[in-house]
């Protein structure tokens, strides 16, 4: 059986076009949607998904009508390859029961799968850059290094409580404690690196 899937963005558009297509192309049951391919639920494409059984075959106008993004898509029709179920977009020409028509999602999820390393491997070079100039990823520290040293300094100073000293900086306590560690580390670190340095300049000198 070949059932019909249209979808229309708004309900200033009309799915009378798309109709007419899925019911010249033989469709016996059509399934619609008026909402944006952006939403995740869509009342009309579940019951269509859920009508679709081995040897059926889905049509829709165009390949936007049914996917959400590509990798939607792709998963969509990979899903129906499993279950036995074909896959039809008439505007592309597309058939998934030829041997073209796989074809064609057989390069689309290779192309898929190349934007996804691209997008890995900029995010990773950008992250690597930022490391190299001193700079981490993820979110913005809201108070600065020094703010923190203040609070430390009049922490280990001052006969005011940490409490009374973080209210005054305005800074949370748990803040003040998970930076001050932090920063610890990285102290300890650069000494460690430093006096590596040292032994290592003794060895050879």
Known sequence: MKIGYCRVSSNDQTLN??????????????????????KESRSGLDQ??????????????????????LKHLLTLVEDFSNRGIGFVSLTEAIDTTTSGGKLVFSIFGAIAEFERQIIRERTNAGLAAARARGRKGGRKEKHSDKKILTAIKLGDDSPETIEEI????????????????NLNKYRFIILHTQNTAISVRHTFS
């Open 17 to 38: 076009l798309q109709k007419d297509a899925l019911k010249k192309a033989g469709c016996e049951k059509i399934f619609s949607n008026t909402v944006s391919s952006a």
């Open 166 to 181: 973080c209210h005054s900086l305005g800074i949370s306590k748990a803040t003040y404690y998970r930076r001050r560690m």
């Open 48 to 69: 269509c998904l859920d009508q679709l059984r081995k040897g059926d075959t889905l049509v829709v106008w165009r390949l936007d009508r049914l996917g959400r993004s």
